[in-house]
């Protein structure tokens, strides 16, 4: 069930200059009070909402920040779709200059595609989404896009290890007014934005990197959200385009375009 939300929007005030620093240096220096347990209940309204859904859609705009050598912040761009039958269903696509994408899972066997390679792989993993996104992070090495937002149980796998919760107010992300809340563990820190009402969804996620230099982040910002009857158009199934070329899974690093990293980055140049 929804255990909290708040439709009011907290009172917001404008500085000039200096004096706007010094107000917000102060409140997110503030010792924390209800306003922790505020967030903590919001996530967890949010984590049970997206439970709750059997099927859920959406489209998606990511960066991904890398640090050269020589200091320099570089961001990649990229964007998809997701589509989500629980407990075992899942769709999704990404396109970015350098890749195209599109990995189906029907609950048995997860197929993945680069297009601009016309080529695949297949590998069984039979068993829920939560255990295709567990299977990819660390046995493939692949994860999908905002893994963490995907799951059954969200609440419990984004607050593992937060050491510190602030409740920042109120926020717009592309027109659905929001709210903002931040969280801090020893490695990363991580902001997210909930819409607010009685569909408490993710609107932005923003994780940063706090232990590498620069502290580049991951932003991933969904828009045409939805849930429930509709949502879902995918069947779910596979079938390889005409002339792809099907391979090994032992093979799955060779599909550039299934790597984070354009062709011209390389790991002696970025962090």
């Not at 220096?29 to 306003?35: H, K, M, N, V, W």
């Not at 709750?52 to 489209?59: E, H, N, P, R, Y």
């Not at 999704?92 to 080529?119: C, L, Q, Y």
Request: net charge negative.
């Amino acid at each position: 069930m929804i255990v909290a939300f708040r439709t009011a929007t907290k009172p917001r005030h404008r500085l000039p200059g200096p004096a706007a620093a010094l107000a917000i240096c102060l409140a997110l220096s503030s010792p924390a009070t209800a306003d922790e347990n505020d967030a903590r209940a919001l996530l967890k309204g949010m984590s049970e909402y997206l439970a709750a859904q059997k099927t859920i859609s959406l489209s998606y705009d990511s960066v991904y920040e890398v640090v050269s050598k020589d200091k320099q912040k570089l961001q990649l761009a990229s964007s998809g779709t997701v589509e989500l039958s629980r407990p075992d269903r899942i769709h999704v696509t990404r396109s970015s200059g350098f890749a195209d994408i599109e990995m189906v899972f029907d609950g048995k066997t997860v197929s993945m595609i680069d297009k601009s390679e016309n080529a695949y792989v297949q590998a069984e993993v039979p068993g829920s989404v939560d255990n295709l996104i567990d299977q990819l992070r660390e046995k493939f090495h692949r994860p999908l896009p905002a893994a963490d937002l995907l799951g059954s149980n969200v609440y419990d796998v984004l607050m593992a290890d937060v050491t510190e919760v602030k409740d920042l107010g109120s926020g717009v992300i592309g027109g659905t007014e929001c709210d903002h809340l931040a969280f801090r563990t020893k490695e990363l820190d991580w902001q997210i934005w909930i819409a607010q009402g009685d569909k408490p969804y993710p609107c932005r996620y923003v994780i940063t990197t706090t232990q590498v230099d620069q502290a580049p982040q991951f932003t991933f910002q969904m828009r045409e959200w939805k849930a429930g009857d509709g949502a879902v158009s995918s069947d779910f199934s596979f079938k390889p385009p005409e002339g792809a070329k099907a391979m090994d899974v032992a093979a799955l690093k060779e599909l550039k375009g299934l790597n984070e990293l354009p062709g011209n980055f390389s790991t002696g140049d970025a962090q």
